[in-house]
Each structure stands twice: as structure tokens, then as C-alpha cells.
């Protein structure tokens, strides 16, 4: 008789930061795992974005399709097979796969990758994304990408998508309505996460709420997406640095909190750094860091993990500088976001007073509410994803046993 397992087929790199985003020590009690990490296959040069990489036993690295393949043909002699199918399909390989996957009858599960506040679209944004990013390289990139895109939505159907947001739910209903594709409503990974640790006991280390956090991303010290796309970075450390710490000590002063720093997972950090001034950092579990801070900051453009904070209900600080005023873009998707909490941008190479500050800091509950149900989850019941994996996991094995 054959074992049920559930395959992950992962397009970039492998991380523990995912294995806890995904809720897999939920899901590895109910049924047997594997990543297969493809990035060496999918995306070679994006591979040196990343400086953290898991070391669990059930991630299975490959770097040729050929190998999978071989691989994968294996455990289908012994297993029962569902795969989980993370990355959009952007490259002729990534099609492959969907496609062996799909003509063995294996059914494919997709989550949607989420949505969040986008900005009006203005001349002047248009120009300005053009004038900072364009080059041949990212234009053919883009082509491609969306090319990809377009022939993996004719070829590559899920046979089950859960979407991440009501507004996912409606249009991906709309979209599957005559196809053979299931569509569930789930949550955004932050957001379910944040259900999970809603109701658990917080770590001790976390419990005082005289500390706020600040959700970081891996400029200007640390270049990620950027090696992709080979776009320019908004901002240099130089100037950067000196002027977030300044007005950290602000916070830190008038506030009455210290500041901790969540850095981006694709950065590999130090407890203490010398970025910041030595002030903490703080890693992986953000549900339990923002579910007891007083202060949640975020810098331009902005970060899905501010489901955090709209699940908790957190003051939220949106920042930027004038480095990054080069890129207008940018600072118009970080007021996309303010603008959904009812909240302002601040400019910390402008003047700022505690006054100015504490007016900003007001916890806007319908706002908050609303971005919630918009953008972070398509359920009222809080049921977190890895139950719902489990209720279409088991649906899927139970047609599998009856063929």
C-alpha cells in the first residue's frame, strides 16, 4: 500500500524562516513532507540573494531538471503524491515541471501570492520607475516573466488554489468559474501565522511591551531583489544609516520604548549590529515580536508583515528619507499603505516633533479592520492555513484511494 506524502515544490531558496511561515511542524504531524528546493533550476542568479538556507532533512536540493525528474518518477512507484506548488510560473522550466507534474495526474495545490495597497498610477510615478529602473536587461526580463505568465495560466492550472485574500477569492472565483481548478478561501502567511500565535503563550523574552519593532528589508546594506531585476538601490548606508538612528533615539526618548530590529529573512543578521547602533535583533517569530510591542515601524516601500500589526491592532510608523524620493514609486507604494491604516508618511530627514509623532500613533480599528478582510484573509472563522491544507490534503488522498 502506498504512503500518502506531500511534495513542495519551492522556487527560490529554502529557508526555516519558511518552514515556520508555511505552519509545516503543523502539517508534518498529519502526513510525510519533502521540499524540493529548484532554484539552482529556476532561478540560479537569485540564489546569492539569499544568506539563510534550512538545514531540515526534508528539504531536497536539485540542480538540474533532469535530476528531479528522476527523482520525482521514484516517488510515484511508492507514494501517493500531492504537491504544493509555490512561485508563479515565470520560465520555460518552471512550466516543465508544472507540466510533468500535471500529466502524472498529480494534483497541484496553489496558493495566490496575495495582494496589498497599490497606488494610483500617475505620469509622474511612470516616469520616475522608468528613469530609475530602466535597462535592457530588467525590460527583458519583465517580458519574459509575463510571457511565462501568460502560457502557465493556459497550461498550468491548479487543481486546487487557496486564496489569500477576499479579494483574491472574487477574482480567482470569477476566473475558475468553468475550469476544473477548486478555489478555497484561505489567509495571507503573515496573517495566519499571527491566528496560530494569537492564542498561544508568547516566548518570556517577548512579553514586555516597552520595546516596538522595526520590520526591515535587505537595503542599503544588503541588495536582494535587485540582483534579479538589476535595478538601482534607493538609498546608501552612508547617508541612511545616520539618520534612522537618529530618529530611533527620538522614539526611544520621547516614547518611552526601546527599538528592536526584525531583519528581512533574506538576510542573515547579527544579534547585535553596528547598522543600528548595537540595538537588538530580533529573529523569526514576528507574531510574538509584534504581538507585544508598542510600536510598529516599516520603511518605504512598505512590507506584507504589517498583518501583524493589523491583526494586533499596532501603532504603525511609516518611513522613508530623502535618498529615496529619487524613486518616486517607492514612496507612493509606502503611502498606499499608510493610507489603508489611516496613518501618514514621515520623512525622518525632515523635522519631526514627539507632537507630530504622537498624532500619528492612533490605532484607526475600522481602518484596520477593513485592510484586514481586504487584503490578508478571505475567512471570518480564523481557521489558519495549515487546517485548511489538511481539509484539501485529505480530500485530495481520499480520490486517491477510491481510483
Same mark, same amino acid.
Not at 547598522?275 to 506584507?304: C, Q, W
Given at each position: ?29 498529519k ?27 526534508i ?11 528522476q ?9 501517493n503524491?500531492?504537491v ?39 505620469k ?23 510571457f511565462?505568465?501568460f502560457l ?32 478555497y ?26 520595546y ?26 552612508e ?11 527620538? @522614539?526611544? *526618548?520621547?516614547? =518611552?520604548?526601546?527599538? $528592536?530590529?526584525?531583519?528581512?529573512? &533574506?538576510? /542573515?543578521?547579527?544579534?547585535?549590529? #553596528? ?30 508583515a ?23 514609486g ?22 519631526y516633533?514627539?507632537?507630530? @509623532?504622537? *498624532?500619528?500613533l =492612533?490605532?484607526?480599528? $475600522?481602518?484596520?479592520?477593513?485592510? &484586514?478582510? /481586504?487584503?490578508?484573509?478571505?475567512? #471570518? ?5 495549515y ?11 481520499q480520490?486517491k484511494?477510491?481510483?
Amino acid at each position: 500500500m502506498k504512503n500518502n506524502k506531500l511534495i513542495i515544490i519551492w522556487s527560490s531558496v529554502f529557508r526555516d524562516f519558511d518552514y515556520y511561515r508555511l505552519e509545516l511542524s503543523f502539517l508534518s504531524k498529519k502526513f510525510n513532507i519533502e521540499v524540493h528546493e529548484m532554484v539552482k533550476i529556476f532561478n540560479p542568479n537569485f540564489e546569492k540573494v539569499y544568506q539563510q538556507r534550512s538545514k531540515k532533512k526534508i528539504v531536497k536540493r536539485y540542480k538540474s531538471l533532469n535530476q528531479w525528474h528522476q527523482n520525482f518518477k521514484k516517488v510515484l512507484k511508492k507514494d501517493n503524491v500531492a504537491v504544493i506548488y509555490f512561485g508563479n510560473i515565470h520560465s520555460v522550466k518552471q512550466l516543465i515541471v508544472s507540466k510533468i507534474i500535471s500529466q502524472n495526474n498529480v494534483p497541484i495545490i496553489m496558493f495566490s501570492s496575495g495582494v496589498y495597497p497599490v497606488p494610483k498610477i500617475t505620469k509622474e510615478a511612470i516616469k520616475s520607475k522608468i528613469k530609475s529602473n530602466l535597462n535592457l536587461y530588467s525590460f527583458s526580463f519583465y517580458l519574459l516573466k509575463n510571457f511565462f505568465s501568460f502560457l502557465g495560466k493556459i497550461y498550468a492550472m491548479p487543481d486546487y488554489l487557496i486564496a489569500s485574500s477576499s479579494e483574491d477569492y472574487k477574482k480567482f472565483v470569477k476566473k475558475y468559474k468553468n475550469s476544473k481548478t477548486l478555489v478555497y478561501k484561505g489567509n495571507y502567511y503573515d496573517y495566519s501565522n499571527a491566528l496560530i500565535y494569537k492564542t498561544k503563550s508568547v516566548d518570556k523574552k517577548y512579553k514586555s511591551n516597552a520595546y516596538s519593532v522595526f520590520l526591515d528589508s535587505p537595503g542599503p546594506r544588503f541588495i536582494a531583489d535587485e540582483i534579479l531585476y538589476r535595478f538601482k538601490i534607493t538609498h546608501t548606508p552612508e547617508k541612511w544609516f545616520p539618520a534612522i538612528n537618529t530618529f530611533f533615539s527620538f @522614539i526611544e *526618548k520621547n516614547f =518611552k520604548t526601546n527599538i $528592536k530590529i526584525a531583519p528581512h529573512p &533574506k538576510v /542573515k543578521a547579527k544579534k547585535f549590529s #553596528k547598522d543600528f547602533n548595537y540595538r537588538e535583533t530580533v529573529f523569526n517569530k514576528l507574531a510574538h515580536i509584534v504581538k507585544n510591542s508598542k510600536i510598529v515601524i516599516v520603511k518605504a516601500p512598505g512590507s506584507m508583515a504589517l498583518a501583524y500589526a493589523a491583526l494586533f491592532k499596532k501603532p504603525i510608523l511609516c518611513i522613508y528619507s530623502n535618498e529615496m524620493e529619487v524613486y518616486k514609486g517607492q514612496i507612493d507604494k509606502l503611502k498606499a499603505f499608510a493610507d489603508a491604516f489611516k496613518t501618514k508618511i514621515i520623512n525622518i530627514n525632515k523635522k519631526y516633533t514627539k507632537n507630530s @509623532i504622537a *498624532k500619528i500613533l =492612533k490605532v484607526d480599528e $475600522k481602518s484596520y479592520e477593513k485592510y &484586514k478582510y /481586504k487584503y490578508l484573509t478571505s475567512r #471570518k472563522d480564523k481557521k489558519p492555513n495549515y487546517k485548511i491544507v489538511t481539509e484539501v490534503l485529505n480530500e485530495v488522498f481520499q480520490k486517491k484511494a477510491l481510483k
